[in-house]
């Protein structure tokens, strides 16, 4: 097949070029399937439980943000990126519905994607799975993006865009982004920010309302659906008003300040 020694050294030469050229392509196409859906395995913590031995809502916030956090610094637009722009993603909303809560130990799957952006906006979908691949909890989120420098929201730049991949939004039943507030509300027992509520940004972060919400309704209520929106940032030393009303099959809580300006409103449903 060969003439010489020289030719065969050639061809072999050839054939390892097309294979790693081959090979690249593939790793790149990896890398691009990574950035459309960001996922992380993990298992349930001792000190992710309540009492049932089972992951809490809260811990199942804090995963989908974490997720969402780690998509966005794998492609380098994370908060540093962010922070040199003065620009920053503030969560407008959460839609957390919950199929199942994990037990203590049990291995998960937690995963994120963007599927639109539209003005100042820009829409997230996150998925939690137990090892068989079942879907034991989704989301949709709402984001504003804002420009520190005048602290009003903004059009979401090119490179941010140009950034994620978009995919599919999650098949699901969506709910409005905002929550009508009930007429029955009774005020609860006041209480000031904590320094451990506040987050990188000098707020209190998106999960800690939800957190000072559920103190409000009953230990023995199972939540399949939780709803947050978010009006105004509460920042540490702000004294936070909680309002509670019964609804149909669960309960609503209003966080406000003392100006009467609200923080958040969030829906609990079974």
């Not at 001792?46 to 610094?73: A, M, P, R, W």
């Not at 995963?111 to 100042?120: A, E, L, N």
């Not at 399949?224 to 609503?252: C, D, H, L, S, T």
Request: net charge neutral; aromatic share 14%; hydrophobic share 35%.
């Amino acid at each position: 097949m060969f003439n010489s020694s020289s030719q065969k050294e050639l061809f072999n030469y050839k054939i390892t070029a097309i294979i790693k050229k081959t090979m690249k392509n593939v790793s790149h196409n990896k890398v691009e399937r990574e950035k459309m859906i960001y996922k992380f395995d993990s298992r349930v913590r001792y000190s992710e439980i309540g009492s049932d031995k089972c992951l809490t809502l809260n811990s199942i916030v804090n995963y989908f943000q974490d997720c969402s956090t780690f998509h966005s610094e794998y492609i380098g637009l994370g908060i540093d990126n962010l922070a040199q722009q003065q620009y920053v993603w503030l969560l407008s909303s959460w839609q957390i519905v919950v199929k199942r809560y994990p037990k203590m130990g049990e291995e998960i799957t937690v995963s994120t994607w963007p599927y639109d952006f539209k003005g100042f906006y820009g829409w997230r979908n996150f998925k939690m799975e137990d090892k068989a691949g079942n879907i034991v909890a989704y989301a949709n989120t709402a984001w504003v993006f804002v420009d520190l420098k005048t602290g009003h929201p903004t059009k979401v730049t090119e490179e941010e865009i140009a950034g994620y991949i978009l995919e599919e939004k999650l098949d699901m039943e969506y709910a409005p982004r905002k929550i009508t507030i009930p007429s029955n509300l009774v005020e609860k027992e006041r209480f000031a920010v904590r320094r451990y509520h506040i987050d990188t940004n000098d707020h209190v972060n998106n999960g800690q309302y939800i957190q000072m919400a559920n103190e409000f309704i009953p230990v023995d209520f199972k939540i399949k659906q939780m709803r947050a929106e978010y009006k105004k940032a509460a920042i540490y030393g702000n004294i936070v008003i909680p309002k509670v009303g019964e609804v149909q099959n669960g309960y609503i809580v209003e966080l406000s300040g003392e100006d009467g300006k609200t923080f958040a409103v969030v829906e609990f449903l079974n």
